[in-house]
């Protein structure tokens, strides 16, 4: 494949737009360096970059892009906006109709509102969690990711709970200070951390299913255990589904897992695209937020007329019957394929997948941590990736990020995909 044009747009986007990129995650620091691929567009499970070649997309935007590039319905509302407003800083039918399809889907909301990111979101009900307990401290858990915002770019200290250190130049140590990090899946040293700052937390941040190092399923009770020791102590529980929401199935992870958090925040995936965010929870807690309550949120564009009716004309598309079973369906080929390959060329990997999302970690060991996705080879990911990419394959720079289908992929793709598996490892 030849890249020149990418190439150059990347020279260029570099005396322009720090480091080239609008986001650091997509820049190719973690796979070898080298410009990164500019795409020209997409068409359902297809990208199309501006030398001309065409890859199999499993990036999805980093998740949200669940119904592929540019389908038909959710353009059809785009467009829409487009010729009707998209931008108004008033109410609108949209921003209802929304929150009651939300509210239909994930039956944990009592009340929503809606702005423009996952970080927003997240911001917003570490804020309201602080303003409803009147602590001041939270717990995180070490590799998930919250969004940029200060609170959560913070990294555990020396040991299994302690305060945190800040993770980030410009977050103050002060704020550093407020935030517990405890490994995902060690019911230990969550107790102990609960045991020793329990009566100070005002809420326990956590990704049900881990996304960000990779697909990570709780273990059996983990979750249940932070649910009860939160209840124990007084402290909110904030699920962060803002990859996992109508990822898995139409709702959220939490409904599937059976539990009852007290703040749900949201992105990615309800905006079909679009930028969006939003978060919502149990009525009494909601209503700390302004203009009921003492605690500030505020957007120019929060539930924007676009970002509005991208989302429901998502949810309409993901609601259809069949769409999430056939990404478990194709999910489930792609990893037995996967398997297969590595055994046959003799590589060590563990995939984790649930439905129609996956991560290859090479390594020999189970991956239900932060630490041991950590101690998978990215040196070898970065030659991977680099292999799948030369042969049309468009991965997410990053060994700790997900494969994401899309309602959009086919059998075919999946097969294509394998057999560019197959070559990529018989190269490493
Ligand atoms: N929370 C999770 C679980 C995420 O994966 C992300 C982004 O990747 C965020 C929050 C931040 O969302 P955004 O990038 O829309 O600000």
New binding site residues.
């Given amino acids: 494949m030849r890249y020149a044009k990418s190439e150059a747009l990347h020279e260029e986007a570099l005396q322009h737009i720090v480091g080239g990129v609008n986001s650091p995650s997509r820049s190719y620091k973690a796979v070898g360096g080298g410009a990164p691929v500019a795409m020209a567009y997409g068409k359902g499970a297809y990208f199309y970059d501006i030398d001309g070649n065409r890859y199999i997309d499993y990036l999805a935007a980093?998740?949200p892009i669940v119904t592929g590039h540019g389908h038909p319905h959710i353009a059809k509302a785009i467009a829409h906006a487009a010729e009707t407003g998209v931008l108004f800083g008033t109410a609108t039918e949209h921003e209802v109709t929304f929150a009651k399809m939300l509210k239909e889907a994930i039956p944990t909301l009592d009340k929503v509102r809606f702005n423009n990111?996952?970080?927003?979101a997240?911001m917003t009900t570490v804020r309201i969690a602080r303003a409803y307990t009147g602590r001041t401290k939270m717990i995180k858990f070490a590799g998930?990711?919250?969004?940029?915002f200060d609170q959560v770019l913070v990294a555990a200290g020396s040991g299994p709970a302690t305060l945190g250190s800040p993770d980030s130049a410009g977050v103050p140590e002060s704020v550093a200070t407020e935030v517990i990090t405890v490994p995902f899946n060690d019911p230990e040293a969550f107790k102990h951390a609960m045991e020793r700052w329990g009566e100070q937390i005002a809420g326990i941040l956590i990704?049900p299913i881990v996304?960000?190092f990779g697909i990570v399923e709780p273990k059996p009770g983990f979750l249940e255990l932070v649910h009860e020791m939160a209840k124990e102590y007084g402290a909110l529980t904030i699920h962060?589904e803002?990859?996992t929401a109508f990822r898995f199935h139409y709702g959220a992870a939490h409904t599937m897992l059976g539990l009852t958090p007290d703040l749900v925040?949201l992105?990615?995936v309800i905006g079909g695209g679009l930028p969006i965010?939003a978060y919502g929870g149990k009525k009494e807690i909601m209503e700390t937020v302004a203009p009921l309550g003492p605690a500030y949120q505020a957007g120019t564009m929060a539930g924007n007329p676009a970002s509005m009716q991208a989302g429901i004309a998502c949810l309409e598309v993901l609601k259809q019957p069949g769409i999430y079973e056939e990404m478990d369906r194709l999910g489930a080929i792609l990893e037995k394929g996967i398997l297969e390959a590595a055994k046959k060329h003799d590589i060590t990997i563990t995939v984790n997948r649930l439905k129609g999302a996956l991560t290859i970690y090479f390594t020999d060991e189970k991956v239900v941590n932060y630490e041991q996705a950590e101690k998978a080879d990215g040196e070898i990911f970065g030659r991977f990736f680099k292999l799948m990419l030369s042969q049309g394959i468009n991965l997410a720079p990053s060994k700790y990020e997900a494969w994401f289908l899309t309602t959009e992929h086919t059998e075919d793709d999946i097969i294509e995909t394998l057999a560019a598996v197959d070559y990529a490892f018989s190269q490493l």
Wanted: a negative charge; aromatic letters at 10%.
């Fill in positions: 980093y998740g990111s996952g970080t927003e997240v998930c990711y919250h969004g940029h990704e996304g960000n962060d803002i990859i925040a992105g990615k965010g």
